[in-house]
């Protein structure tokens, strides 16, 4: 496994209050891990935020190596596809391809070099073939 995510900032388990907070994402790229964002694009305005619109940030953020932008509306998905920002746009399905073209899989889905979300910590005994994981527990799996 060569990627260890790390899922809206978190590093060492959930933290429901820091997650999509624009210093705790730069918190976790400081220390040399890419993360998994939440975006929303909303009147002309961009934001980060997991059920809604939270946090405002600027183009200039976004664009920082080792995000992966989940796009949370579509119109945050074609903003960011328009202005050549990895990102990538799911609900519910088993596996989609990033703008970068990752396959990025749904938890329990292990597909050869794709990135899998982890719910929790637990061993992988797909580690060998995939590409890696989008966690909430980095230091787990570092």
């Not at 388990?13 to 890419?34: M, Q, T």
């Not at 200039?60 to 920002?85: D, P, T, V």
């Not at 399905?93 to 070099?113: A, E, I, Q, Y």
């Not at 899998?116 to 073939?129: A, F, W, Y």
Request: one cysteine or more.
């Amino acid at each position: 496994m060569k990627k260890i995510i790390s899922h809206r900032g978190n590093l060492v388990g959930p933290n429901p209050e820091l997650e999509n907070k624009p210093e705790y994402i730069l918190s976790a790229l400081d220390k040399n891990y890419d993360v998994e964002i939440d975006v929303w694009f909303v009147e002309n305005k961009i934001y980060l935020g997991h059920d809604r619109p939270t946090y405002k940030v600027d183009i200039g953020f976004l664009k920082q190596k080792g995000l992966w932008c989940h796009a949370k509306n579509l119109e945050a998905f074609q903003y960011m596809i328009k202005n050549k920002i990895h990102c990538f746009w799911h609900e519910s399905d088993k596996c989609v391809l990033t703008s970068k073209g990752f396959l990025w899989c749904f938890p329990g889905v292990f597909l050869k070099n794709g990135i899998t979300v982890v719910d929790g910590k637990q061993e992988l005994e797909h580690e060998k073939e995939i590409l890696g994981v989008c966690t909430d527990h980095v230091l787990y799996y570092a």
